[in-house]
T-cell receptor, first 113, second 116 residues
C-alpha cells in the first residue's frame, strides 16, 4: 500500500523563525511529489517536484526532493503569521492507466506574533 | 478567471440517503478530480474525470460514483450514505494539457457533508 508520512504533525513557531517540514514516502511507480497549503478550506498548490536535487523556490518557500532516500522537505524562512496553515504533501503514482495522488496527513504550522 | 466552484457548500443527510455534489471547474479546464478529507484519514483521492470519461480511480467503494458533462462540470454521487461518509469533499480542476501529474490542480472550497 502506498504511504506518505509527514512530520512533524504540528509545529508552533514565532514570527521570523525558519521551519522545515518533512515528507517521506513509500510508493510504487512514483511520478511526482506535490506540496499544498491549506487554510480554512481549499488547498493551494505550492510546488510539484519530479527530479531529485533540484530546488524549487517561491519567495520565502522552497522545496527539494530526494528520490534515492524517498523524501522531500519544504522550507519556510522568515515565517509570518500568514504562513499558519496545514501543509500537505502528496505523491503521484501511476499504474497502467490508473494514476492517483496519495496525500500525507499534513503538518499544522502555527506562527505566533 | 473565476475559480473552481462547488455546490452546495454544506449538506446534512441521514444514513441510507443519497447525495449529489456539483463542481464547476475553471473555464477551459477539462480535468476534474474529487477528494474526500476527514480528520482521521486526511485527504484521499476519489476519482478523476477528463473529457467526460473517468480516467483514474482511488480505493473507494462503488457507492461513490461520478460523471462529467460536456461543459466539464462534474457531479459526484454517494448512495446509501453511512456515518463515516461525513467529510469535506473537495474537487480540483487542471489545465487542458491533459495529464494529471503535469498540471497544477486548483481546488474548490469544498462541500461539507454531515451524515446523521
Amino acid at each position: 500500500e502506498d504511504k506518505v508520512v509527514q512530520s512533524p504533525l504540528s509545529l508552533v513557531v514565532h514570527e521570523g523563525d525558519t521551519v522545515t517540514l518533512n515528507c517521506s514516502y513509500e510508493v510504487t511507480n512514483f511520478r511526482s511529489l506535490l506540496w499544498y497549503k491549506q487554510e480554512k478550506k481549499a488547498p493551494t498548490f505550492l510546488f510539484m517536484l519530479t527530479s531529485s536535487g533540484i530546488e524549487k523556490k517561491s519567495g520565502r518557500l522552497s522545496s527539494i526532493l530526494d528520490k534515492k532516500e524517498l523524501f522531500s522537505i519544504l522550507n519556510i524562512t522568515a515565517t509570518q503569521t500568514g504562513d499558519s496553515a496545514v501543509y500537505l504533501c502528496a505523491v503521484g503514482v501511476s499504474g497502467g492507466s490508473n494514476y492517483k495522488l496519495t496525500f500525507g496527513k499534513g503538518t499544522l504550522l502555527t506562527v505566533n506574533p | 478567471k473565476a475559480g473552481v466552484t462547488q455546490t452546495p457548500r454544506y449538506l446534512i443527510k441521514t444514513r441510507g440517503q443519497q447525495v449529489t455534489l456539483s463542481c464547476s471547474p475553471i473555464s477551459g479546464h477539462r480535468s476534474v478530480s474529487w477528494y474526500q478529507q476527514t480528520p482521521g484519514q486526511g485527504l484521499q483521492f476519489l476519482f478523476e474525470y477528463f473529457s467526460e470519461t473517468q480516467r483514474n480511480k482511488g480505493n473507494f467503494p462503488g457507492r461513490f460514483s461520478g460523471r462529467q458533462f460536456s461543459n466539464s462540470r462534474s457531479e459526484m454521487n454517494v448512495s446509501t450514505l453511512e456515518l463515516g461518509d461525513s467529510a469535506l469533499y473537495l474537487c480540483a480542476s487542471s489545465s487542458p494539457s491533459g495529464h494529471l501529474i503535469t498540471d497544477t490542480q486548483y481546488f474548490g472550497p469544498g462541500t461539507r457533508l454531515t451524515v446523521l
